[in-house]
């Protein structure tokens, strides 16, 4: 069935399309997964902010204030039980600004409201009608969430009033595989817009969040690297407010990264050294330096700073996630770094302490004793890491790995001469890359190696420093890129790349609860992609399509 076609509502007869042993665990991982288990309890947990889509006014015809709406998803591949299997994906979309029922937005909540075959559309509410992003201000939230089709046929049957259980619409999916949404867990800037700027607005930021849903990415940190204290006075407090009022259609903001400026000077990689400093007094330097604290989510330190250890247990009290990075930390502090608090590995092998046999570093830490409770980024572009450490990051630790972009403000953009915070770096073409010049693994001779190559072509872009062209400032690689990398570089499967890229750094951030993965109850944050070469084909935020690929997609996909 193409396009959103509507269902006739019949409560009569208890029949359903879907397979009643199918959807009891709909979960990306098997449900006996040790660190799925762990990682809820490890981590500070917060709730995500609801999302605005500037589509929201035509959804809301179909889905009035007090309603409901169920759309499912069929001709789909989607992942249950860390399988990859033709399915169908049932959404339960809710306007929570007048709900009828607040309960309503349960997975499992039975929906009459839906068996109005034709909604009649809603009078929306625009404030400030002198800003040119008004139009989207309508005071309405449409929260779309993965909905459990035999908890909505069994509440229908109990109930035996007539209750009906089928959906509003069908949507037939292409044949397209269904991941969780991407979340980056570490983006500079795209698009020639750089988080750590002194004059960064809102707007911009809002720029970044919609281009970066043609990446897959639905949810992502704004990266804020060491900074003057009048950059963080006004970077941080901008950011955080273009997250809680998300005016147009983007990928959700979850809080802030900061990178820095705890770090040691010896691997300060392309922060500006002026800046960095210790946290001696703790807390107090922290709060001192940043000013602002709100919306942080994680914090990027070296450990063997003075005064890193007491900042570590104040950030997680606070519900920060700490990530130790750009350090020349030993193994046994990094380990006290975890016992404080630490959850996080910044970008993996770059900017910290070469692996030695006798003395491994941070690194290290992957096969610690710790290693359970650490989560570690790894940009997987093809420049910043060696294929073959990236299988061997995979195979010590594949539950670890999340996939970060590290994407600076050149992400987007052509090749030339762009800035980072107040650093001029080069984006420069790179006429191959280790596959075609350095590695002599077996693991790059495989097929999936050769597929690699006829996916993305030979030549990379990589980000240097314009004064020194051998210190990378960043990568200019999308999510989706790194995705399709993991698999070819590691010869994983594409449920575990997808997962480095939604589930993982959902659990590391502690919202695994809320996003990361397309169980019941969870935000419909959804990328369609590509079966065969991981392509994005659309984007969904909060159940909303939000970015496709091709007018066709966009056809096929919407309910409109
Ligand atoms: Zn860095």
Not at 122 to 127: L, M, S
């Amino acid at each position: 069935m193409r396009r959103g076609s509507p269902v006739l509502n019949n409560s009569s007869g208890p029949t359903t399309s879907f397979s009643t042993n199918r959807h009891h665990l709909p979960s990306q991982f098997p449900a006996d997964h040790p660190r799925s288990l762990k990682r809820a309890r490890t981590v500070p947990t917060f709730k995500p902010p609801p999302r605005l889509s500037a589509t929201l006014p035509r959804f809301l015809s179909k889905c009035p204030s007090g309603h409901d709406l169920v759309v499912k998803y069929v001709n789909i591949l989607v992942v249950r039980r860390g399988q990859l299997v033709k399915d169908e994906l049932w959404v339960h979309y809710v306007n929570i600004h007048q709900p009828s029922k607040p309960s309503s937005s349960s997975s499992s909540a039975p929906s009459s409201a839906s068996s109005s075959a034709s909604p009649s559309p809603i009078t929306t509410t625009t404030t400030k009608s002198s800003d040119p992003l008004s139009k989207h201000k309508i005071g309405s939230w449409v929260i779309g969430t993965i909905l459990c089709p035999e908890h909505r046929f069994w509440n229908a049957v109990r109930r035996r009033d007539g209750t009906n259980h089928k959906p509003d619409y069908v949507v037939d999916g292409g044949g397209s595989l269904v991941s969780s949404g991407f979340i980056d867990i570490q983006l500079n800037g795209a698009f020639g817009i750089d988080f750590t700027s002194v004059d960064i607005t809102e707007e911009q930021v809002h720029k970044v969040s919609e281009g970066i849903l043609s990446h897959g990415v639905t949810s992502y940190l704004p990266t804020v690297i060491t900074s003057s204290h009048d950059t963080y006075r006004h970077a941080i407090p901008t950011i955080a407010a273009a997250g809680k009022n998300p005016t147009t259609a983007g990928a959700n903001i979850l809080g802030l990264h900061l990178e820095g400026p705890f770090i040691h000077p010896m691997k300060k990689g392309a922060h500006p050294i002026e800046h960095i400093t210790s946290p001696e007094l703790g807390m107090k330097t922290i709060r001192n330096v940043y000013g602002h604290l709100e919306m942080v989510r994680v914090v990027t330190l070296a450990p063997e700073l003075p005064g890193s250890f007491s900042s570590i247990s104040g950030l997680n009290t606070m519900g920060v996630c700490v990530a130790v990075g750009h350090t020349t930390t030993s193994l046994s502090t990094a380990v006290s770094a975890v016992q404080h608090g630490a959850r996080l590995v910044t970008h993996l092998f770059n900017a910290m302490s070469a692996f030695h046999h006798r003395d491994p570093g941070l690194v290290g830490i992957l096969t610690s004793t710790c290693a359970d409770k650490i989560h570690y980024g790894i940009i997987v572009d093809g420049i910043h890491v060696h294929p073959s450490a990236v299988k061997m990051a995979y195979e010590s630790h594949p539950m670890g790995a999340i996939l970060v972009t590290d994407a600076m403000c050149a992400l987007g953009l052509p090749p030339g001469r762009h800035m980072l915070g107040k650093l001029e770096v080069d984006v420069i073409v790179q006429g191959g890359h280790y596959f075609q010049s350095t590695c002599t693994t077996s693991s790059c001779k495989t097929s999936s190696t050769t597929s690699f190559h006829k996916m993305t072509g030979g030549n990379r872009m990589k980000a240097v420093l314009s004064s020194d062209h051998d210190t990378l400032a960043g990568s200019v690689a999308s999510m989706d890129e790194c995705v399709r990398n993991y698999k070819a570089f590691t010869g994983c499967s594409v449920v575990e790349a997808l997962a480095a890229a939604s589930i993982h750094p959902a659990m590391a951030l502690g919202i695994d609860q809320h996003k990361g993965s397309l169980m019941p109850g969870r935000d419909a944050d959804m990328v369609f992609l590509n079966p065969k070469t991981l392509s994005v084909r659309a984007t969904f935020v909060s159940g909303v399509l939000s970015y496709a690929s091709t007018k066709e997609w966009e056809e096929q996909l919407s309910i409109f």
